[in-house]
């Protein structure tokens, strides 16, 4: 664990909860089906402007509804 002691800790408050409701409602509604805690990593990353590093294509389809940021290997 010590070895992580330089990354930052992002902690979800109720207000996350609330806008990751959102983002999933959203994803639902244009056909995206996205988990709670991908809603809810989607949120975090949105909101403190970080870019997600994944290979989750989920991702890539909800960034088109909420402000999340998806690293995308050009290729």
């Known amino acids: 664990m010590a070895r992580f002691a330089a990354l930052a800790l992002l902690v979800p408050d109720r207000q996350d909860y ?3 409701a959102g983002i999933r ?3 639902r509604c244009a056909g995206i089906q996205l988990g709670t805690s991908d809603a809810l990593l989607a949120q975090l990353g949105g ?3 970080l870019v997600l590093l994944s290979t989750d ?3 890539v389809h909800a960034a088109r509804h909420c402000a999340l940021r998806v ?3 050009r290729g």
């Open 18 to 20: 609330i806008d990751a």
């Open 25 to 27: 409602n959203r994803c």
């Open 47 to 49: 909101r403190h402007r």
């Open 57 to 59: 294509n989920d991702f």
């Open 71 to 73: 690293w995308a290997a």
